[in-house]
C-alpha cells in the first residue's frame, strides 16, 4: 500500500475527495494546489502547483521524487467547466479552459512518463466527463476539452504499452461539488439571439448538479479500484444512470434521432 500518488486539483471537490479517500487507504497523496495555505487541515500533502505553468510541474514532480524516490500513480484532475454559446465565447477564455483541462494534463503526463518507463511500471488517470461523449448545446467548449483528453488516451496507451504502464479514463456525470463556482459562465449578454435558451439551460444544468450530481465518494471508490486491477479498461464511465445510457443511446440511435432526442431534452 506504500504506492506514491499525485492527484492535481486536489483542494476541493473530487480530487479532494480521492485523496482523502486513498490517504484513509494507506497510499501517500500528494495533490496539487494553487493556494495550499488556504487548506491547513489537509489529510494528504498539498503542495503549491498550477499546472498550467511548465515550471510549476515541473518543481512538482522533482519536489515528490526528492522525498519518495517514485511515482506509481497520476491522476489527472485539475479541470475548468465552461457555459456559453459557442459563436460569443472569448478565445481568451476557450484557451485558458484547454490549457488546464487539456494541455495542462499533458504537461503531467510528459513530465512523469519517464519515471514511470524507468521503473517499467505505473498507472495514469484521466478524469474526464460525460460531456466528452456528447456535444451538448451551451457546453460545447467544455465537451471538446474533455473528449480531447479521451481521445488522447487511447494513443497514449498504445504508444507505450511496452513500458508497463496503463492509462485510463475516468468519466463522471454531475457529481455534488462546488463547479459551479468555478465554471467559466459567459450569459451577461441579455441582448444576445441565444440569451433565452442559454440562461433556461444554465438554470438546469445548475439544478442537476445540486439535486442530482452523484457524491464524489462514488468516484473516489472507483479510482481505488481501478489502482487494484491488474489490467484496468480504458474507459469508465460513472454517473446517473440517465446520464450514462445516453452515451449507448448516441452509439445506436441514427444522428439526427439522437439529435432530436438530445434537443427536445434541452428544451431547444
Not at 498550467?52 to 518543481?59: A, F, G, P, R, V
Not at 462546488?178 to 444554465?202: A, C
Request: hydrophobic share 35%.
Amino acid at each position: 500500500m506504500n504506492k506514491v500518488i499525485i492527484i492535481t486539483g486536489a483542494s476541493s471537490g473530487i480530487g479532494k475527495s480521492i485523496g482523502n479517500y486513498l490517504t484513509e487507504k494507506g497510499y501517500i497523496v500528494y495533490g496539487t494546489s494553487r493556494k495550499p495555505e488556504k487548506y491547513p487541515k489537509s489529510e494528504f500533502t498539498l503542495v503549491k502547483s498550477d499546472i498550467n505553468k511548465k515550471s510549476d510541474t515541473q518543481n512538482l514532480i522533482n519536489h515528490v521524487i526528492s522525498i519518495e524516490g517514485k511515482i506509481d500513480v497520476l491522476i489527472n484532475n485539475a479541470g475548468i467547466g465552461y457555459t456559453g454559446p459557442i459563436e460569443e465565447s472569448r478565445i481568451e477564455d476557450i484557451e485558458s479552459l484547454f490549457s488546464t483541462n487539456f494541455f495542462g494534463p499533458i504537461e503531467m503526463i510528459k513530465n512523469t512518463l519517464p519515471l514511470m518507463r524507468k521503473n517499467n511500471s505505473g498507472l495514469i488517470i484521466n478524469i474526464t466527463s460525460i460531456a466528452g461523449y456528447i456535444g451538448l448545446p451551451f457546453r460545447g467548449v467544455f465537451c471538446a476539452s474533455k473528449s480531447a483528453l479521451e481521445i488522447l488516451t487511447e494513443s497514449l496507451r498504445a504508444e507505450i504499452k511496452d513500458y508497463g504502464i496503463k492509462v485510463v479514463n475516468v468519466a463522471p456525470g454531475d457529481v455534488k461539488t462546488d463547479v459551479i463556482s468555478r465554471r467559466i459562465d459567459s450569459f451577461n449578454d441579455k441582448n444576445s439571439i441565444y440569451f433565452k435558451k442559454y440562461y433556461k439551460t444554465w438554470k438546469s444544468m445548475n439544478k442537476d448538479v445540486e439535486e442530482g450530481g452523484i457524491d464524489p465518494l462514488k468516484i473516489s471508490r472507483l479510482i481505488f479500484k481501478i489502482i487494484n486491477k491488474n489490467n484496468p479498461k480504458i474507459h469508465y464511465v460513472i454517473g446517473k444512470p440517465l446520464q450514462k445510457f445516453s452515451i449507448v443511446l448516441k452509439k445506436i440511435l441514427p444522428d439526427l434521432v439522437f439529435e432530436r432526442i438530445l434537443n427536445r431534452f434541452n428544451s431547444l
